[in-house]
């Protein structure tokens, strides 16, 4: 079981063929934390007659948590494809929905934003952008459950649609000027962490592909844990440790 003080998820793309919404509302069953961060991208577009009845059990779960007798804070950043849901959010789960977020902790300030706004080639070829993400889940849809295959989408996924090291640079600066020793993104699907002039880069990954991945804070600092299902119905989180680079090893 997993015990912190702040956990972050991020790009679960409920409404999508490929959300693992099940495997994502286990974890966060067998967790214990103060904060919740939903950090971006939780839904796959605005279309809510594809959510499935795990996907609308998942979201009642985050009301759930959300309520004020369990004391645990909820917050909901906006991603790309979340765009335009923050009153309907407001309504649905009873949680306000963020551009950004920042909150201090251990005495240092922490800094959370999807990501897509450090994408240049997002921002700027909006149309084609989502024409490729269409695309690109209905390709995850076909290759489920084919190891090579998703090995190659998710190595396109990330050099391709999202720009992994691009995002980091943007977030890295941005944090730099809100004065952040740490921020967090989604939007790349790529779990990472990396440090650069002495603030701190993690990236929540995914859950949309077969390597599930979430940030856990606590007092030691974040890490970024794998969750899987084991055959023995038994609940297992791996650390990342091998997701740590350099930001000049990332950028050449």
Not at 77 to 96: T, Y
């Amino acid at each position: 079981m997993i015990f912190a003080d702040t956990i972050i998820l991020s790009d679960l793309h409920l409404g999508s063929e490929v959300s693992r919404a099940p495997a994502a509302l286990r974890m966060l069953k067998s967790a214990s934390f103060n904060r919740l961060i939903l950090l971006g991208d939780i839904f796959s577009d605005l279309n809510f007659g594809r959510l499935k009845k795990e996907h609308w059990q998942f979201l009642g779960y985050i009301r759930k948590l959300s309520n004020p007798k369990r004391e645990i804070e909820v917050v909901w950043v906006e991603g790309n494809h979340d765009h335009g849901l923050s009153q309907v959010m407001s309504h649905l789960v009873g949680i306000k929905v963020y551009q950004e977020y920042v909150w201090e902790y251990c005495g240092l300030r922490h800094l959370a934003v999807h990501g897509h706004q450090f994408d240049r080639f997002l921002s700027r070829n909006r149309v084609l952008s989502s024409f490729l993400s269409a695309f690109h889940l209905a390709l995850q849809k076909m290759a489920f459950g084919k190891k090579r295959l998703i090995g190659f989408l998710e190595r396109f996924d990330t050099a391709w649609l999202r720009l992994s090291s691009k995002v980091a640079g943007g977030a890295l600066a941005h944090a730099r000027s809100k004065n952040a020793h740490r921020v967090f993104c989604g939007h790349t699907h790529e779990a990472l962490s990396l440090k650069r002039d002495g603030v701190e880069y993690y990236n929540s990954g995914s859950w949309t592909q077969e390597s599930a991945t979430y940030i856990a804070i606590d007092h030691q600092g974040p890490r970024i844990y794998e969750f899987r299902d084991p055959p023995d119905d038994s609940l297992e989180h791996d650390v990342t440790d091998a997701l740590e680079f350099d930001f000049e090893d990332l950028s050449a």
